[in-house]
């Protein structure tokens, strides 16, 4: 067998971790790689409580306050426009609270038999290789290495 985990660091940038997942699913789909190539997000339990408590707090007065907001004009053309500018404001303070998120990594499993190991290699050649990977930092660890059991139960223990 012919295991190892690729784990790339995004730090604190979602939109080229969604690139990476995007590429990853396109990989799967493509080349029909379902159980062969797995992979999970890592993201630090703080930041994601604390990002999750501000999208909360967040969404649930903008509406509120377009509601109200609507109901006192009479003419529609500005309730439109007022529900727009209520919507444009969800749509700023949503990446807004998703900013503070931090430490965002990826955890690609790749498990190919005995005879598949040409193209194991070549898939760990070629995902660190490509766009969204290239920029950030990563690590492979293979089966062989002391820390492939720790992260094998890391990678079992995400959702």
């Known amino acids: 067998m012919h295991n ?7 730090g604190a940038s979602e939109d080229a971790a969604q690139q990476a997942r995007h590429k990853l699913d396109g990989w799967k789909q493509a080349f029909r790689l379902d159980k062969k190539l797995l992979y999970k997000f890592d993201r630090q339990e703080q ?15 903008t509406p509120a306050k377009s509601g109200k907001g609507a109901k006192p004009r009479a003419a529609k053309p ?35 038999s005995g005879h598949e190991r040409l193209s194991y290699q070549r898939w760990v050649d070629r995902i660190p ?11 492979v660890i293979s089966g062989a290495d002391s820390r492939y059991a720790e992260l094998a139960q890391r990678f079992e223990a995400l959702d």
């Open 4 to 10: 190892s985990f690729l784990v790339f660091d995004f």
């Open 47 to 61: 930041a994601a409580s604390e990002a999750g408590d501000s999208l909360a707090t967040s969404e649930e007065p």
């Open 78 to 112: 500005s309730a439109k426009s007022a529900k727009s500018s209520a919507k444009k404001n969800d749509e700023m303070e949503t990446p807004s609270a998703a900013k503070p998120s931090s430490e965002i990594k990826l955890l690609v499993r790749l498990y190919f």
């Open 129 to 139: 290789a490509e766009e969204p990977f290239r920029a950030v930092r990563h690590e």
